[in-house]
């Protein structure tokens, strides 16, 4: 079995909230898989998982949009140990990361033509910020806080295409600060943006959500450690 934790957005909020999130991630997870907004208030958060990186801990991270926003995170990403674009391959799954913090896939359009070549038969998972279409969120409102703010953008309609045609893998994001999931016409999405970001509702949210592949499929719970 393999453990797949998310943590999404701290989007300038608390670092120790954030630190909570992904902690709590890597003591159940096999990877943790950091799917943007990693800066805090402070700009601390992106010494945080470097210093786990250092430590051997296995976490993989895309940047959001305002991971671009500040030196810390442009620095951050521009080291080569920080990829914005990287495939995993796990005996039980494969795990893609993809920059869409500015509004397109760029790069990783190489990363998917690559699979595309030879794709093993096993569940795909994609990693990134922004959620390509509107989500119906849990308390029944529908979000268009996604690719291209709004509706569904030229760049986002030729991912949801590409993803059709290759057995519609589960996308994970985040962007949106909260949890929720969603079965889609293009396939299932997962929002994870609880990494100590400002919540919509009310305060500041800690969580993750853990996904547990097995040979027979794969089960997805939101962890809150608010």
């Known amino acids: 079995m393999l453990k797949i934790g998310v943590v999404g957005d ?9 630190t909570k999130a992904l902690d709590g991630a890597l003591g159940v997870a096999d990877v943790v898989v950091l799917v943007g907004d990693i800066n805090s208030s402070d700009h601390a958060s992106y010494d945080v998982v470097t210093a786990r990186l250092v430590a051997g801990k296995q976490i993989l991270s895309i940047p959001g949009n305002h ?16 990829p914005k674009q990287w495939r995993k391959d796990f005996p039980e799954a494969v795990l ?24 093993p038969s096993l569940p ?34 030729k991912m949801i295409e590409w993803m059709a045609a290759h057995r519609f893998p589960t996308v994970c994001c985040g962007h949106y ?12 999405v997962i929002l994870e943006g609880r990494g100590g970001s400002g919540g919509y509702y009310g305060s500041p949210m800690c969580g993750y959500t853990l996904i ?7 089960t997805a719970h939101p962890v809150d450690l608010t």
Request: glycine share 16%; proline share 7%; with cysteine.
């Open 10 to 18: 701290c989007s300038q909020g608390d670092v120790g909230l954030f």
């Open 67 to 82: 991971d671009y926003d500040y030196p810390a995170g442009i620095t951050f990403f521009g080291a080569p140990s920080h």
């Open 124 to 157: 795909l998972f994609l990693f990134m910020h922004k959620s390509l279409s509107p989500l119906v969120l849990p308390d029944g409102t529908e979000s268009q806080h996604i690719m291209g703010e709004g509706g569904i953008s030229v760049e986002g309609q």
């Open 96 to 119: 893609i990361g993809l920059d869409n913090g500015q509004d397109n896939f760029g790069p990783g359009w190489d990363l998917l033509n690559e699979y595309a070549k030879a794709p």
């Open 212 to 218: 547990h592949v097995q040979a027979d499929g794969w």
């Open 177 to 188: 600060h909260g949890s929720s999931f969603m079965q889609t016409s293009h396939g299932p």
